[in-house]
């Protein structure tokens, strides 16, 4: 008889874990895959033009002494794109800077003639040594019109200017290239 009551205690136990696991298999199926964004990508930051412009023996050609700070990017689950500028004792004391983000070319030695659109992400003012840090976001649906609108795809490039203001270059212009946009990460753009 006592055997007879362990057995059972034992096959009880073994239907309450076989039903716990039923459950635990039944609830992973039931939820989402968790969403993944992007890897972290660290791209140089460049100097294209001296302080003061452009000229003909230094041109806006996206070529330029490197090691001026870096540039972190990634994309979230959402698509949001996330960019972080370093800039390191390389910028106009004292100067502020409007970070764009630049549809194509996403080249070095590519002239930004080639460039088929910007937006700005903001303002990056340096201190009186020239550093400056600051973080941007901007949202996926904005970048996939400006990037993907103007005939790019996944795997094709962007890249980041630094400069006064639109055409002002009168504080050097700095970039970092090539930057990819994946228009497939997070929900579709209306």
Request: with cysteine.
């Given at each position: ?74 994309q ?14 390389s ?51 904005t ?6 609108g ?41």
């Amino acid at each position: 008889m006592r055997q007879d009551l362990t057995l059972s205690r034992r096959a009880a136990a073994l239907s309450r874990l076989g039903l716990v696991l039923s459950l635990m298999a039944l609830l992973m199926l039931l939820l989402p895959a968790a969403a993944v964004g992007s890897p972290n990508v660290k791209l140089d930051l460049f100097r294209d033009c001296d302080v003061g412009g452009c000229t003909a023996g230094n041109p806006l050609d996206m070529q330029g002494p490197g090691g001026q700070g870096f540039v972190n990017y990634n994309q979230d689950d959402s698509g949001d794109l996330r960019v972080v500028v370093h800039m390191m004792k390389s910028g106009a004391p004292n100067g502020t800077y409007t970070v764009f983000l630049v549809c194509g070319p996403g080249g070095i030695g590519t002239p930004h003639a080639q460039s088929c659109g910007f937006t700005s992400l903001g303002s990056l003012s340096t201190n009186g040594k020239g550093n400056a840090t600051g973080e941007f976001t901007i949202p996926k649906c904005t970048a996939d019109a400006l990037i993907s609108g103007n005939a790019f795809t996944t795997g094709q490039q962007a890249h980041i200017d630094l400069l006064k203001g639109a055409g002002d270059q009168s504080l050097g212009t700095f970039v970092a290239t090539p930057l990819d946009f994946d228009p497939t990460l997070g929900p579709p753009c209306p």
